[in-house]
């Protein structure tokens, strides 16, 4: 029983990692309609910018609740920067261009960094300090670790406050009118450049945010591992209705829950495999995902 | 934000298009930036070329930096002294293969197709060897891996040497230890099907530990560069082992050992020489009541290890490892090899190599009739404390 429990509890610590990194995929794909293939090496640069301003601080040595929100903001900092510039040289000059044309940018961005990214750090993982000295609470046998808990509670937070964001700001409402459409809205006197290069921002930042998070729980990071994270990211914001924000959080819990189960039985080596059949699955039986709908995509 | 949108396009070809592109994006893993020094093609003189090929980069990097600082060593102790063949000088190449096999078998391809080197040293980890021997043999250089411990590396061919013991030995010393010393009963073994390494010393450690009238619970799988454990550990948990094999290399070893921990599975965890690496030390506080099996143990008083010790320390500021000291020792093999063949052609240095018997810095190093050396294996309790990891001696156990 406490086995059951304990696989739970595991799944839904994996499964907020992937809602975390979902939410920016369906935020930028809900206001551009862009999948963002970049998103996860994104996440993998809110990594190294993490390590790399964590080690400044020294903060293996001297861990602190307050170094590690510098090294958060520090590190989503860097990457709302590196998110604008990449939307600003990348994506907007094809933006008028079709959809597959942005969609292939973003695939030749997202190489980019994964590759450039093994010429500047180099290919061989890293470790991440320990910034907060790792607990585990232990309750009837089923454990969690103080950084898990704090993932699932800042992939919760970040939810509702997208949610907020996207539906009671002004800026929210100037991203809803963008992505419904954006020469109209360019017309009602909304700056659209300006939306989605914050868009881009808030984006990458949360990404960022996600990265040291997850860094702290596991600690190994390398150029590469936003690759299958991102996908496994999209997996989980195209199951639960992509452009939707519950539904990333609902897609990345189900896919942790998932993998976490494969992983439990004998055959552990097919976890991966499982989730992108469950991307094709959920491509034919119900395109729109579990929250999404599927008529308004239609207009 | 399910607002809709004025494009001509429906969402379902757009959606089908992006599994497309998902697979595109999947496949760019297995691409990969390579990197090509031009061929040193000039004639090397009265210089002996020998090549080296390692893991630099990537995941195996702590394993190709000590074989190449270990190599490096032996090649300027050998040349300060003189030389070999009436003062011929060693010149060493080495190729990063990047912690992948095919990247192993094109820097091997490479260093005797266009470097013209006399003899290959390396691989640490066995599947990149294995990756690489055919190449070796097929050209009649020999090759002398170091450190690599799965059995097959060897039967590859007539051309291929090494100079550790093999992980069926080393699955037994680890049984046995674990049976005899820790008291355990029933074990669990967490193995790394992607490695040959990991895969062979499961079975070996299954086979002894079952023969000593053990319980070996059925193998768990997981795959390099995977990240969570926490499914599989949960698992190994609910089935109340009194220690756990970890058969993979010491990037994983480090996360399973604290996640395991994390998890409150507190029993002895054990794992072969493939945890010796640098980032094991991220393991941190969890990395107490582990046992590793090695090959050779810094603290031996003989002087020959004191020595050699001592000169890496002065050269590179830190102590060796046992991949460093085995790398050593191939160098010295090669050498002696060559010295008694008085030539640098390929099968009389085979045929010298095959007759191999000196001392070493990890054991008397006599070639047997597989191109094995038997050599005794020492048991060491790794422990953790202020940022360092210690690996200290706790026996010796002989082969046979």
Known sequence: MDTLLQQVINGLSLGAIYALIALGYTMVYGVLRLINFAHGDVYMLGAFAGYFIANALNLDRNPSILGTILVTIGAMGVCAIIGVLIERLAYRPVRHHSRLTSLITAIGVSLLLEYGGQVVFGATPRFFPQMIRSETYSLGGVQITNQNLLIIVVAVVVMFGLEFIVHRTKIGKAMRATSYNLAVAKLMGINTDFIIAFTFALGSALAAAGGVMVALAIPRIDPLMGLMTGLKAFVAAVLGGIGNIPGAMVGGVLIGLMETWISATSYSTYRDAVAFAVLILILLLRPAGIMGTAATEKV | MESSTHTERPARSTVATLAALLVIAATGL??????RRPGAAEDAGGEILIGMYGSLTGDGASFGQ???????LAVEHINAAGGLLGGRMYRLLVEDDQSRPEEASNAVTKLITQDKVIAVLGEVASRRSLAAAPIAQRYQVPMIT????????????????????IDPFQGEVLAKFAFNDLKARKVAILKDIQQDYSVGLTDSISKHFAALGGQVLPPVSYTSGDADFKAILTQVRSQKPDAVFVTGYYPEAAIITRQARELGLNVPLLGGDGWVGDALKNGREALNNTYISNHYSGDNPDPIVQDFVRTYREKFGRDPDSIAALAYDAVKVLTDAIT???GTEGPKIRDALARTDLPGITGRLKMNAKRNVDKPAVIQEVTYANGEVKFIYRTTINPG
């Open chain 2, 66 to 72: 000590s074989s190449k600082e270990g190599t490096e």
């Open chain 2, 340 to 342: 008694r063949a008085n």
């Open chain 2, 30 to 35: 297995a691409t990969g930036a390579c990197e």
């Open chain 2, 146 to 165: 170091p450190s690599s411990t799965n059995e097959r590396v060897t039967e590859v061919g007539d051309y291929i040497f090494r100079v550790c013991f």
